[in-house]
């Protein structure tokens, strides 16, 4: 009966701790390439319409994006609102997937070597 109640509590300890994990981390800036890029233009407006007639707007970017190192490549994106013009982002790549996250940051938090190539 011991034996029992302690795998009990030790399973509910780790689910939780999964769960909370999981809450608290978005997957998708996992094991991904950290690139910064410059908002210098408007994205593209992309409309679709589902089939219950609701309207899906969002805003695709093609942008100069650069790794701390200084490498560089173009890359495709899209976002549901229209990104702040001039403002910086620290995207999250992944090879085989593109950019699977963003998050606009202080121009100080972007890499001297990255802010270079934006000039």
Same mark, same amino acid.
């Given at each position: 009966m011991k034996k029992t109640?302690?795998? @009990? !509590?030790t399973f509910?300890?780790?689910?939780?701790?999964? @769960?909370?994990f999981l809450q608290n981390i978005n997957i998708n800036r996992l094991?991904?390439?950290k690139y910064y890029t410059q908002i210098t233009g408007?994205?593209?407006?992309l409309e679709e319409?589902?089939?219950?007639?609701?309207? $899906?707007?969002?805003?695709?970017?093609?942008?100069r994006a650069v790794k701390e190192d200084g490498e560089a490549k173009t890359v495709t $994106?899209?976002?549901q609102n229209p990104l702040r013009q001039q403002a910086y982002l620290e995207l999250f790549i992944k090879n085989d997937k593109g950019v699977t996250s963003?998050?606009? !940051?202080?121009?100080?938090?972007?890499?001297?070597?990255a802010k270079e190539k934006f000039i």
């Open positions: 109640t302690i795998i @009990l !509590i509910v300890v780790v689910l939780g701790g999964a @769960l909370l094991w991904t390439d408007e994205g593209k407006k319409k589902a089939s219950s007639g609701e309207v $899906f707007v969002r805003y695709e970017y093609t942008l $994106f899209t976002s963003y998050e606009e !940051i202080n121009e100080d938090k972007v890499p001297q070597k």
